[in-house]
């Protein structure tokens, strides 16, 4: 399921009102409340039953699917980051044509989801569930890195045997990079900061001074 704070409501009231729950699919209307309550309120500013309200069902309900709001929320991570490695898969297709470009369109997609799926990040990185929280949340969270990290072993092959850092280093240093401008600058709600120049540009001049630093530059 892909949602934002802007998609249509369902219906049974405005945004932050509670829903009437008709469809019949209680667990999907409990993710969707938790989606919409982290955009308002953050990943620890509601409770179950504010879910559940949400949701226009009893306090008692979302027991039928879920163990508590975290459970909710590890849920919410999990789907999260399955959207997350289709997006970063697409963009860096293997590394065609260019690895350089590729690796370039790979920032890009990751600062293009905390942009327009801020609920989603922020349940993925903010709430502070742990990965085993949800059967399949840990293996969601490792296949979205395997993507960059699969990324970082072609362009350190790129390099001389000798001297050439491990890619996992790498990886984790451009991860590093990538996901503080994106949590910094680059997210599409209220915690964004300002700054002089887009957030895209910020993250290719990080980038590039780093490859540099290794001694990569160009198109390859």
Do not use: C
Request: charged share 25%; no cysteine.
């Amino acid at each position: 399921m892909r949602w934002t704070k802007g998609d249509k409501d369902p219906p049974g009231g405005g945004p932050g009102e509670p829903r009437s729950y008709h469809h019949g699919n209680l667990k999907e209307a409990l993710v969707r409340a938790a989606l919409e309550l982290i955009a308002e309120k953050g990943p620890a500013g509601f409770t179950f039953a504010d879910a559940a309200r949400w949701a226009g069902v009893s306090p008692a309900a979302p027991y039928r699917h879920f163990r508590d709001r975290d459970e909710l929320i590890a849920n919410v991570a999990r789907r999260g980051f399955e959207l997350f490695t289709e997006a970063l898969a697409k963009a860096w297709d293997e590394g065609k044509p260019e690895l350089m470009k590729a690796f370039d369109r790979l920032g890009r997609a990751y600062l293009d989801f905390a942009k327009h799926q801020p609920a989603y990040y922020s349940a993925m990185f903010e709430a502070g569930v742990p990965l085993d929280a949800e059967p399949q949340l840990r293996a969601a969270s490792e296949a979205a890195f395997a993507v960059l990290r699969g990324a970082a072993e072609k362009i350190v092959a790129l390099m001389p045997v000798q001297g050439r850092p491990p890619a996992l280093m790498v990886a984790l240093h451009v991860w590093s990079m990538t996901h503080g401008i994106a949590s910094l600058f680059g997210r599409g709600d209220a915690a964004r900061r300002a700054l002089p120049m887009p957030p895209e540009e910020l993250l290719e001049a990080a980038v590039l001074i780093y490859l540099r630093g290794l001694g990569l530059t160009g198109n390859r």
